[in-house]
Nanobody, 125 residues
Framework: QVQLVESGGGLVQAGGSLKLSCVASGRTFSNYAMGWFRQRPGKEREFAAAISSRGSSTDYAEAVKGRFTISRDSAKNTVYLQMNSLKPEETAVYYC??????????????????WGQGTQVTVSS
């Protein structure tokens, strides 16, 4: 059974930084692409970033490009999301997800098979 456990959320001032972590278990981590999504209050879940199984390619939503960095450490079965220059409107629950299929757009949340419980990020103005 796959488990994804996020951590690293919290309260930060606008312009600040946070680094989220997601530890995976139950599957061979290095075989699967991983993604980070977020859900703001009253909004649908939206794509933030994704990384291929070996970490050779990444994809970012336009809104976070240049400020967020996704990375992975297969030795630790962990995917990270470094978030810099955070904005109040980025207050959301952030979720990591694992997709079993290498095909299809990484930005499509329907293509992900497993999800973590989420970690709250609050950016104060």
């Amino acid at each position: 059974q796959v488990q994804l456990v996020e951590s690293g959320g919290g309260l930060v001032q606008a312009g600040g930084s946070l680094k989220l972590s997601c530890v995976a278990s139950g599957r061979t981590f290095s075989n699967y692409a991983m993604g980070w999504f977020r859900q703001r209050p009253g909004k649908e879940r939206e794509f933030a970033a994704a990384i291929s199984s070996r970490g050779s390619s990444t994809d970012y939503a336009e809104a976070v490009k240049g400020r967020f960095t996704i990375s992975r450490d297969s030795a630790k079965n962990t995917v990270y999301l470094q978030m810099n220059s955070l904005k109040p409107e980025e207050t959301a629950v952030y979720y990591c997800a694992m997709r079993l299929s290498p095909f299809g757009p990484y930005r499509d949340y329907a293509g992900y098979n497993y999800w973590g419980q989420g970690t709250q990020v609050t950016v104060s103005s």
